[in-house]
């Protein structure tokens, strides 16, 4: 799984589309690609390929957030562009199947990898706000308050607690998964102003 860009020229693709200026989308970028090398690394898969999926996913989200059902429209051009292979483009694309963008709504994922994207994206949001409300602090976070806030459906309503379940699919448990992002995001912790 060859990749056609460095870590340094994907991070330059993402700045032409999403500006440095939203804190918060490059939060979720850098903190979505932590945890996918993360679950990379437990899976023995290829870090580098799992962390460029998760850097990326939202490749077009600065040019379509305004009207979010144009969301992962762009995204196809864009890596097709960049160099990336189609199994790469389709991956990114998934973690959009059942949300009304792109005509996507009707379609489910399927393969392991899939599942790990999805899951891993959406558990930042969970994480993030969670730290947020802990004083930004990340460095004593526990599994156990984590799981309190996943349980609370009124906290960080957004988050899908579904897709975050996506990754018993790949036999990591609920418990490994949050451990395993936990870790993630506090080793990335000063780029992505946690403390």
């Known amino acids: 799984m060859t990749l056609p860009l460095t870590r340094t020229q994907a991070l330059e693709l993402l700045e032409k589309h999403n500006p440095k200026s939203n ?13 996918m090398k993360a679950l990379a690394q437990k899976l023995n898969q290829d870090q580098d390929y799992w962390a460029m999926l998760g850097l990326l996913h939202d490749i077009d989200w600065g040019i379509t ?8 429209t762009k995204a196809s ?6 160099g990336f292979n189609q199994e790469f483009i389709e991956t ?3 973690h959009g199947y059942g949300f009304d963008c792109a005509n996507l709504k009707d379609l489910q994922r399927t393969k392991p990898i899939e599942h790990a994207l999805a899951a891993a994206e959406t558990l930042t949001g969970l994480i993030h706000a969670y730290a947020l409300m802990r004083g ?3 460095s004593d976070m526990q599994v156990k308050g984590l799981k309190k806030k996943f349980k609370d459906k009124t906290f960080a309503a957004n988050c899908n607690r579904e897709i975050i ?3 018993e ?5 609920l418990d490994e998964f949050f451990q395993l992002s936990i870790e993630a995001i506090k080793n990335i912790k000063s780029l992505v102003d946690l403390e």
Do not use: C, G, R, V
Not at 23 to 35: G, M
Not at 65 to 72: A, G, S
Not at 77 to 82: G, M, R, T, W
């Open 169 to 173: 699919n790949l036999s990591i448990t």
């Open 65 to 72: 957030k305004n009207n979010t059902q144009e969301h992962l």
């Open 92 to 94: 990114i694309i998934s």
């Open 165 to 167: 379940k996506e990754i």
């Open 23 to 35: 804190t918060q989308d490059w939060n979720h970028f850098l903190e979505s690609e932590a945890i």
């Open 77 to 82: 051009e864009i890596l097709e562009q960049a």
């Open 136 to 138: 930004k602090k990340i």
